[in-house]
């Protein structure tokens, strides 16, 4: 064998090896680029994953702050018509006049001298109620009308002799009926929703 072939089988077998030796290396390469690949898919999916949730929550935060407004604007508007329906009775109840005035301050005010024994009562109503409380109280011995007060009718009574306060006016009836009959009320108002 002459030095010149020795030289070729020499160089042959290096390209050889380095033929083998790029092989591995691309398989490696290639071996890193899918790892990577995989890698940043599976980030991305993880992210997109973390997004959605992001905005589902978000979405759900934001629903339930609207919910949340819509309930307190409807229970505002629900207070407000109850404002207005109180405010209409009061109304109604101030302009009561007549025989149902009359029929209802002697019933008010029976109630409230049944609650005194014997003795001088004084009785406080309403100033446009002053001659209707005048003409009611001759028929009670012992009550004169003693001023007025800011009510929409009805009579206070007081006793010096036993310290005690009876408050049968209109305001306060319909203070108590309107706490007890609150829910109803609304109940037939917006149909029990």
């Known amino acids: 064998m002459s030095l010149e072939t020795v ?4 160089r042959d077998e290096a390209r050889a ?29 993880d992210r997109e994953a973390e997004v959605d949730r992001e905005i589902s929550q978000e979405r759900e935060q934001r629903l ?9 604007a409807r229970l505002g508007a629900r207070r407000d018509v109850l404002e207005d329906v109180r405010a209409d009775v009061e109304a109604a109840l101030a302009d009561l006049g007549g025989d149902r005035r ?16 014997d ?7 309403r100033a446009d109620d002053q001659d209707l409380l005048e003409d009611v ?25 036993s310290r005690v306060r009876v408050n049968n006016t209109f305001d ?3 203070e108590t009926v309107w706490e007890d009959n609150l829910r ?10």
């Open 7 to 10: 030289v070729e089988d020499i």
């Open 64 to 72: 339930s702050s609207a919910k949340l407004q819509a309930k307190q």
């Open 184 to 193: 109803d009320i609304s109940d037939r108002l917006f149909d029990a929703q």
């Open 102 to 117: 009359e029929e209802l301050t002697r019933a008010l005010l029976d109630a409230a001298v049944a609650e005194f024994d």
């Open 137 to 161: 109280l001759t028929d009670y011995d012992g009550a004169t009308f003693a001023g007025e007060r800011d009510c929409l009718g009805g009579v206070v009574v007081e006793s010096e002799s």
């Open 17 to 45: 090896r380095a033929d083998e030796i790029r092989g591995e290396a691309d398989e490696r390469a290639q071996e890193i680029i899918d790892e990577a690949e995989a890698d940043a898919e599976q980030i991305r999916a």
């Open 172 to 174: 306060s009836l319909l």
């Open 119 to 125: 003795g001088d009562l004084a009785v406080y109503g």
